[in-house]
């Protein structure tokens, strides 16, 4: 089969489409023929080195991707009667495992990490759910906060900062979201109650109509220190990219990381469902064929995308 990874990290060039056996569903586990693989940022921090230190073992070709759409062609044995030999699907894939990521014509993953695609959307669009979602999912379930209370997400364009804002809503929360001006209708979209300005000065912009601070933050721009004090005494913030604090006043910080959801079939079947009912929106950059990687790359590590960039392995 043929699959897109690299032998040494890098720039986007190392990038290479390479012909590997196929690979055969095990106890368990799921083969799906992938249709659509997004490109998330991790993906970029595999190819420079930055997950290194938690696949000390692994030997190249490493593959990227954690975002796969296509259709089930292989049951492994003890798989339950809820996936079907060609189902059409969503998966979490993790490249770190020892399949390697989804960036392939076929991938292997657990069952558990397999959910129906939701009906009415193409595979691109599809593709780019699941990892994205469920980092939003979880952290808004760190913050443990009751409907009716007001949380504040920044990052709010972003592909989650997007999904926070409009879980947050379904959840029945007041959202405060940050902007850019020329995203402010795009985070309007997604159904915040009030939008400020994006910047170093966040949290102020969030305490003029919070003035006691919010419940809680998810914090999609990687703010930490700077968006601590939007925070009333005793709240929570929801980190994306590992920092623990210290903070100060009581609160609480919650690294995410999204691999804690990579196997909850129903968290993830919820989702599926949302993007189905159009209660989550998915947004595609682009749709590149699976040769054009390094190019994909390249738009992500670029910045300011809106959406995700998919790679075509139809």
Not at 178 to 183: G, K, N, T, V
């Amino acid at each position: 089969m043929k699959a897109v990874g690299f032998y040494h990290f890098g720039d986007p060039d190392v990038l290479r489409v390479l012909e590997l056996p196929e690979p055969q569903a095990g106890p368990g586990e799921v083969r799906i023929r992938v249709h659509a693989a997004a490109v998330n940022p991790t993906d970029v921090l595999l190819r420079t080195g930055g997950h290194a230190v938690r696949m000390p073992d692994r030997q190249p070709p490493f593959i990227p991707g954690m975002d796969a759409a296509g259709v089930i062609d292989q049951l492994g044995p003890g798989t339950d009667g809820r996936l079907t030999v060609g189902q059409r699907v969503l998966a979490m894939v993790l490249f770190t495992g020892p399949h390697g990521g989804a960036y392939a014509e076929q991938v292997v993953v657990p069952a558990a990490s397999v959910v129906p695609a939701p009906a009415g959307i193409d595979f691109p669009a599809a593709s780019t759910l699941l990892m994205n979602a469920m980092t939003a999912r979880l952290a808004l379930d760190a913050l443990a906060i009751e409907p009716g209370a007001t949380v504040a997400v920044t990052g709010a364009a972003g592909a989650v900062g997007g999904y926070a804002v409009e879980l947050a809503k379904a959840d029945g929360l007041t959202v405060i979201a940050d902007a850019a001006p020329h995203d402010i209708e795009r985070v309007r979209r997604f159904g915040a109650d009030h939008i400020v300005e994006r910047g170093t000065d966040v949290a102020t912009h969030i305490r003029a109509l919070a003035p006691e601070g919010v419940a809680g933050l998810v914090d999609g721009s990687m703010q930490t220190t700077q968006a601590v004090p939007a925070i009333a005494d005793g709240g929570t913030l929801a980190e994306l990219r590992g920092w623990s604090g210290p903070a100060e006043r009581d609160v609480r910080v919650c690294p995410v990381m999204v691999t804690d959801g990579i196997t909850d079939t129903e968290g993830l079947n919820t989702l599926s469902r949302q993007a189905e009912t159009g209660t989550l929106t998915l947004h595609v950059a682009d749709v590149l064929p699976a040769a054009e990687a390094a190019k994909a790359h390249r738009l992500v590590g670029a910045g300011g995308l809106r959406g995700r960039v998919v790679l075509d392995f139809s």
